[in-house]
């Protein structure tokens, strides 16, 4: 008790002895001013011990971290961002700082109500960006004449910004995006601040249409208002005007029409972003003259024409409407760079226009007719009629079963999945339906069947089971038999009990996979992989290395599964090609330079995949504002703030961080843009082993673990029944494919010499 009183008690006599012994009445008011800071919100500040009175110097005198003086002793600079500041400024706590040009007290976790800044004519820049600032825009702000810079980007301030902000003649810069939630639309008196030269309100929801009146910024250099909700046109007064604008970010918004031949005018541009909006019309032909810019994106929009060849060697530019995430259902964008429906009109943004309604009526008319036309013309054709004859005829009947696989008949196969019954259906993916069957022997297996869409000639299945079955490995789910019986074409796999990563990661239900299995699985997965790249010369390459395509067994051993699936449609036979191969997220980007798939493309995906495990975040999220490429939002954070801002918050503090950090490492390498920059499996398998050899696991891990063939049915079916969590059907404990795979692009290839 006395001892923990003692310190305190020591710092208020010398406090007061400081104040005694102060000839000016101001610099004790300054003092007073900081150490109530101190106390209201400082208490837990590493930074800020030293801020005390026992020197009788004061904040000047003496130097206090964070504090800037002027030669007559006066406070006019103050940077407190990131001192681990928690709680409420008090409210008049800059009454008698009266000199301040600048404060900073940005990254902190200061909280509602903001303080008063009334008295502050000389204020140049604020700083208040990532606090947890909870309430309207602060009206104090509207008193500060002297105001040029002003960040409040990342708190959480609502409702709308005040037409007075306009007052503030001398504002240049002005950043209040992030995850603020103002509501828009943005005061109209901003267009007579002409000094703008940042304007920044990325992330809330204006609702508006872009001011064709600011383009009086003549010095503007950068606009962000991605995620804005903004609508309507893009206006062309602003392209001669704002030449010296650098970034211009748009993206994820509703914006129509066409990109305006005079924004051309805007010859700066370094990052010109319009990513998932519905602009129309050609592709500028101006756009090569921003052949350097370090981002140019106009990924899914509707315009249309050839992409200038100065843009193929970029990562940033991946041609037009490729994404298709992001759309609603009626305006997805396709792989082949068409949309379905079209970009919507103003009028259609509020209430649905009549011409829509006729329009939909006529295009259902001509939809139905070429139906009809093109099974008429289908069922004409000859070779449509060979094929399905062919099938029929059970392919090359001296095909000699591979060793190791089991032929099922058909019947055996209605008889595990009770007919193909609904109940027993655990995923859907781009080979067909998949199946937990029970077979004669009380074993459990999964069973893909081939869907229309995927169901290829006989001799080309044949072939796949025959390199298939070649295929063994720990880390590869194994190929138990096939069916071929009646024209089916069933694949019989090894039962996974814990199902997909995808889901042991991501899912509601997931149990919390710990720092120790991730590295585990990490290592399973790239043995896995690096088997499939060194077994065959030419090498196996995965072409859909992703989360939902790892299982896990009953040990929570992880196995790669859908390598070398069916080819579903003959164009996959080509390695060049015009349409994306892969999953959003974790295609190689060079793919989109050299239309063609490599052993390096799987060690892409398999970074994304480790990002993923390190994280805990998807690959593609569209609620990460600041990225929603994974690859893109690890790496800057990686460097600028270091391991602990991208670890997984639900491993906690426990996990090693050396090993993290060269887990993260590896995964960035493996994530190069240049494949010739990535390692190879067997490297990365090399530098894993040594690095979980080097760890200890902790005390759940330690049970023990072991592939005995013989596993208890009883063990798996808990395990499952942990998963199901009491839901029925769309239970997809192994969820063999997933939903959104390009069909055109699964199955194995090979790659060319
Ligand atoms: C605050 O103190 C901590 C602990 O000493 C230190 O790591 C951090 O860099 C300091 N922050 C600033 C902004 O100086
Ligand atoms: C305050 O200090 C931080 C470093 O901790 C620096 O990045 C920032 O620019 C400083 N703020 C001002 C207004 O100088
Ligand atoms: C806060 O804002 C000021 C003025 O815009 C800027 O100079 C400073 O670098 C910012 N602080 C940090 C930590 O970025
Ligand atoms: C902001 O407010 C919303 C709504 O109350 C809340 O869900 C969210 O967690 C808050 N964010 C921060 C950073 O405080
Ligand atoms: C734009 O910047 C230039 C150079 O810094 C300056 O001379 C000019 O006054 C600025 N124009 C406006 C309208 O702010
Ligand atoms: C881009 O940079 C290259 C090399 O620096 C240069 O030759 C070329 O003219 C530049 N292109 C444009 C459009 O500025
Ligand atoms: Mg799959």
């Avoid at 600048?102 to 990532?130: A, G, R």
């Avoid at 037409?163 to 995850?179: D, M, P, V």
Wanted: with cysteine.
């Amino acid at each position: 008790m006395m001892s923990s009183r003692f310190p305190a008690f020591f710092f208020i006599i010398s406090f007061l002895s400081a104040l005694c012994s102060s000839s000016e009445a101001q610099s004790d008011d300054q003092a007073l001013a900081l150490l109530s800071i101190k106390s209201e919100v400082g208490a837990s500040s590493p930074n800020i011990t030293s801020w005390n009175t026992a020197f009788n110097g004061g904040p000047c005198g003496d130097k206090w971290v964070g504090v800037v003086c002027d030669a007559s002793g006066r406070i006019t600079g103050l940077n407190m961002s990131g001192f681990y500041l928690k709680g409420k400024l008090p409210t008049d706590v800059f009454s008698s700082l009266t000199n301040l040009e600048s404060i900073d007290f940005s990254n902190n976790e200061l909280q509602s109500p903001f303080p008063s800044l009334n008295n502050l004519k000389n204020l140049h820049d604020l700083n208040f960006s990532n606090n947890l600032y909870k309430e309207g825009f602060p009206e104090t702000l509207l008193s500060l004449t002297s105001l040029v810079e002003l960040r409040f980007d990342e708190n959480n301030l609502t409702g709308s910004i005040p037409e007075e902000i306009s007052n503030l003649k001398l504002l240049e810069e002005i950043w209040i995006g992030g995850t603020n939630q103002f509501r828009g639309p943005l005061p109209k008196g901003l267009a007579s601040l002409p000094n703008v030269k940042t304007l920044t309100v990325w992330g809330s929801d204006l609702n508006q249409k872009l001011p064709p009146e600011w383009s009086v910024w003549v010095n503007l250099t950068y606009l962000n208002l991605h995620d804005t909700n903004i609508h309507g046109d893009l206006p062309s007064e602003w392209g001669a005007k704002f030449t010296k604008l650098q970034q211009l970010s748009l993206y994820n918004n509703k914006l129509t029409g066409p990109i305006p031949d005079s924004w051309k005018g805007m010859t700066s541009l370094d990052q010109f972003r319009l990513k998932n909006n519905y602009l129309s019309g050609p592709v500028p032909s101006w756009i090569s003259q921003l052949a350097n810019a370090s981002d140019v994106d106009f990924v899914c929009n509707y315009l249309t024409g050839t992409v200038p060849s100065v843009f193929v060697y970029k990562d940033t530019w991946q041609g037009n409407c490729f994404d298709s995430d992001s759309r609603s259902h009626d305006q997805k964008c396709t792989g082949d760079g068409t949309c379905k429906g079209g970009p919507p009109t103003e009028d259609s943004h509020d209430h649905f226009p009549t011409g829509g309604i006729i329009g939909i009526v006529i295009g259902l008319v001509i939809l139905s007719c070429v139906i009809l036309a093109f099974g008429y013309v289908l069922w004409r054709r000859p070779d449509y009629i060979q094929r399905r004859r062919c099938r029929r005829d059970k392919g090359a009947d001296n095909w000699e079963v591979p060793q190791g696989v089991r032929r099922f008949t058909y019947k055996e196969i209605l008889k595990a999945t009770k007919s193909f019954d609904q109940s027993c259906e655990i995923g859907e993916g781009g080979f067909g339906k998949v199946y937990l069957a029970q077979l004669e022997d009380d074993k459990h297996v999964a069973i893909k069947r081939a869907g229309d869409m995927s169901h290829q000639g006989m001799k080309e299945f044949q072939n796949e089971i025959t390199l298939l079955s070649r295929l063994h490995h720990r880390h590869l789910v194994r190929l138990e038999g096939f069916c071929d019986d009646r024209d089916e074409q069933i694949l019989v796999y090894e039962y996974m009990s814990n199902g997909n990563l995808h889901r042991q990661l991501f899912d509601k239900h997931a149990i919390n996979l710990n720092w120790y299995r991730r590295v585990e699985i990490a290592l399973s997965v790239a043995k896995g992989l690096d088997y499939l790249h060194s077994f065959a010369d030419p090498p196996v390459i995965h072409r859909d290395v992703k989360p939902s395509n790892i299982l896990l067994d009953d040990h929570m051993i992880a196995k790669v599964s859908d390598f070398g699936i069916s080819k579903a449609n003959p164009e996959m036979d080509t390695h060049v090609s015009t349409r994306p191969a892969g999953t959003a997220g974790y295609l190689d980007p060079e793919y989109f330079l050299r239309r063609h798939l490599t052993t390096a493309s799987d060690v892409y995906g398999y970074g994304v995949v480790l990002l993923e495990l390190i994280t805990g975040q998807l690959a593609i999220d569209h609620k990460r504002l600041e990225d929603y490429n994974l690859v893109g939002w690890v790496k800057p954070r990686l460097v600028k703030q270091g391991i602990d801002s991208i670890v997984d918050p639900r491993l906690g503090q426990n996990y090693p961080v050396d090993a993290y950090k060269e887990l993260a490492e590896i995964a960035v390498g493996c994530t190069a843009f240049e494949r010739g920059d990535r390692p190879t499996m067997q490297h990365v398998v090399n530098k894993l082993e040594i690095l979980l050899a080097s760890l200890v696991p902790p005390p759940e891990n330690m049970a023990p673990v072991s592939l005995s063939p013989g596993t208890s049915l009883l063990k798996s079916q808990e395990s499952s029944a942990q998963f199901s969590a009491g839901s029925g059907v769309d239970i997809t404990n192994q969820s063999m494919g997933d939903l959104k795979i390009d069909l055109a692009f699964k199955g194995t290839t090979v790659e060319p010499r």
